[in-house]
């Protein structure tokens, strides 16, 4: 240390000593989930405390808080086999999402609260979404909404303290620009509920933070420039030749900026959702289904974070609510490695353009279209639902354990040290040449990916990282096609629909065993690092307990 108490520098990495710069973990700031209800599941508990414990999740998010299976909003008693009496005035009962709410903060999480969906008794339009009939509309009396919100949040400050939850963040809907499916009404009408939802909340305590607009997702066409959605125009994006050549834009974010400077409305964050795909209707009415370049998530962090500093609301926090390599909880490329792979890249890449990126999802306990059909079903998860690791898994728990200040910077990987230990560590990985900085699309089948892993050469990965104490011990782990992969190992069991206990316990232990290997700092106290990585690969470099 300097006697100023400012760290002096003492690591050379490939001989020379580098200027540090800030890295956020923004992979473990949120994760989604996708219901309220869900999280009542004891599989979905065990799953997210094991997800907690191995990443450092802060915050939560998923739908339906005000959904009919929690039973907040209460406009009759509900009579089972007999009459269902309605009340005289509603009852607001929060014993389900108490639960819910107590099993996250006890683990040290908070909720990123997503504020809705209606309950049924309050929407004007029902089951427009989902297997289990989400009701996504605007309420049918604007007050009650208004009181549905108010005492939620007045509930949540007498159980958890003013304090706490002053630290949550109030999302208003979500995807409000996908009508009719999450909202049944006009981009006005959203306009509406936020600024009825925000003054809200700000009268309660003006330092609780509210956002949205929630949207998804970029898109390079005026579809979303209307109150509606206009299929028509859409039709050159779906006929484009080169996709990744036209002028991406967020979905909203501009006018909803506008709609509330204009009326002097709070935001203290903007949420919008970020899948690196499109679906655009062609002039023959079929759907095209685009997938946009590697880089598209930064491109797109890239001009939200400029449009936001040069807003009427330059200090808004900015959360990327959803994330994955595709919106499709039946695409497979989810399973494998190929999905590890890109996730680390983009996440690097991407570390400080937001406040936070919510991987979507942490689980395959997800219920939108129904439970997935099989072990490997391409859901969004991090596990499956018999809790078995992901390689995707794997990759965040090696983002997690590098350090918050970057020692080098590379186009395949990071070289860190931990600010409270000085320890070292580094990620590096082989997103393949051969894929000429090609997004990974989506699959309906598992077979169907593994022409991805065709794609090469390997890469070398050679470092050297001097200061390091003598006789200092790092674990190093390759995750890659043979090891840790798991939805492999099934797809050469000849992908059983309802695996074995026993077939589940080998896909459990395959999951989990990656290359591992140490490497000792020699007494000149620095450490060489050759590894040859194959196509698709992601290693970590840990300094051992």
């Given at each position: 240390m300097k006697s100023d108490g400012a760290f002096e520098p003492r690591f050379r990495i490939d001989g020379e000593l580098r200027d540090e710069s800030a890295l956020p973990h923004i992979w473990s700031e949120c994760v989604g989930a996708g219901r309220a209800n869900e999280a009542l599941r004891a599989d979905w508990q065990q799953q997210f405390a094991e997800v907690v414990t191995a990443l450092g999740i802060r915050y939560i998010r998923f739908h339906g808080v005000f959904h009919d299976d929690m039973f907040v909003y209460r406009g009759s008693y509900g009579g089972g086999f007999g009459p269902n009496t309605p009340l005289a005035s509603p009852v607001y009962t929060f014993s389900y999402v108490d639960k819910v709410f107590d099993f996250l903060v006890d683990r040290g999480v908070r909720p990123f609260v997503e504020l809705g969906f209606m309950p049924r008794e309050l929407a004007t339009a029902t089951e427009t979404v989902f297997w289990w009939g989400a009701h996504c509309s605007p309420p049918k009396d604007m007050a009650r909404w208004v009181e549905l919100v108010t005492r939620s949040v007045e509930h949540w400050i007498d159980r958890y303290g003013l304090a706490e939850v002053r630290e949550w963040r109030f999302e208003v809907w979500n995807e409000p620009n996908l009508v009719p499916h999450f909202w049944t009404g006009t981009k006005t009408e959203y306009f509406e509920l936020y600024e009825q939802t925000v003054r809200a909340i700000k009268k309660i305590d003006p330092a609780l933070k509210v956002g949205g607009p929630a949207t998804s997702v970029f898109v390079p066409d005026d579809r979303y420039k209307g109150e509606t959605e206009d299929r028509s125009a859409m039709l050159e994006t779906a006929g484009a030749a080169d996709v990744d050549a036209l002028d991406w834009r967020p979905v909203w974010i501009e006018d909803f900026i506008a709609w509330c400077a204009e009326r002097e409305l709070p935001i203290d964050f903007i949420s919008t959702h970020l899948y690196p795909t499109d679906f655009a209707y062609g002039a023959d009415g079929e759907g095209v289904h685009i997938t946009r370049?590697?880089?598209?998530?930064?491109?797109?962090?890239?001009?939200?974070?400029?449009?936001?500093?040069?807003?009427?609301?330059?200090?808004?926090?900015?959360?990327?609510?959803?994330?994955?390599?595709?919106?499709?909880?039946?695409?497979?490329?989810?399973?494998?490695?190929?999905?590890?792979?890109?996730?680390?890249?983009?996440?690097?890449?991407?570390?400080?353009?937001?406040?936070?990126?919510?991987?979507?999802?942490?689980?395959?306990?997800?219920?939108?279209?129904?439970?997935?059909?099989?072990?490997?079903?391409?859901?969004?998860?991090?596990?499956?639902?018999?809790?078995?690791?992901?390689?995707?898994?794997?990759?965040?728990?090696?983002?997690?354990?590098?350090?918050?200040?970057?020692?080098?910077?590379?186009?395949?990987?990071?070289?860190?040290?931990?600010?409270?230990?000085?320890?070292?560590?580094?990620?590096?990985?082989?997103?393949?040449?051969?894929?000429?900085?090609?997004?990974?699309?989506?699959?309906?089948?598992?077979?169907?990916?593994?022409?991805?892993?065709?794609?090469?050469?390997?890469?070398?990965?050679?470092?050297?990282?001097?200061?390091?104490?003598?006789?200092?011990?790092?674990?190093?782990?390759?995750?890659?096609?043979?090891?840790?992969?798991?939805?492999?190992?099934?797809?050469?069991?000849?992908?059983?629909?309802?695996?074995?206990?026993?077939?589940?316990?080998?896909?459990?232990?395959?999951?989990d065993t990656l290359l591992r290997f140490t490497l000792t700092v020699p007494d000149n106290g620095v450490l060489n690092l050759d590894v040859e990585l194959t196509p698709w690969a992601v290693m970590s470099l840990s300094q051992s307990a």
């Open positions: 370049y590697a880089d598209a998530t930064f491109d797109d962090l890239t001009l939200l974070r400029k449009l936001v500093q040069t807003s009427a609301y330059p200090d808004a926090e900015i959360h990327i609510t959803e994330w994955s390599t595709s919106p499709s909880a039946r695409d497979f490329i989810h399973d494998t490695l190929f999905a590890a792979t890109y996730i680390t890249r983009a996440y690097l890449k991407c570390a400080t353009l937001a406040d936070s990126i919510a991987y979507w999802t942490f689980t395959d306990v997800f219920e939108e279209g129904g439970a997935g059909i099989g072990p490997f079903h391409g859901g969004f998860g991090l596990v499956n639902e018999g809790g078995i690791h992901k390689p995707a898994f794997h990759a965040f728990t090696m983002l997690e354990r590098l350090g918050d200040r970057l020692l080098l910077t590379t186009s395949d990987g990071v070289v860190t040290r931990d600010s409270r230990t000085s320890a070292v560590s580094a990620v590096f990985f082989n997103y393949p040449e051969d894929m000429a900085m090609r997004g990974l699309g989506s699959e309906n089948a598992y077979a169907a990916t593994r022409a991805l892993a065709e794609m090469g050469p390997s890469r070398r990965i050679h470092h050297s990282i001097g200061g390091l104490e003598p006789g200092t011990t790092f674990l190093v782990e390759v995750l890659d096609w043979e090891h840790g992969n798991a939805a492999e190992a099934w797809y050469r069991l000849g992908s059983p629909l309802n695996p074995s206990r026993a077939e589940s316990k080998y896909l459990s232990k395959v999951a």
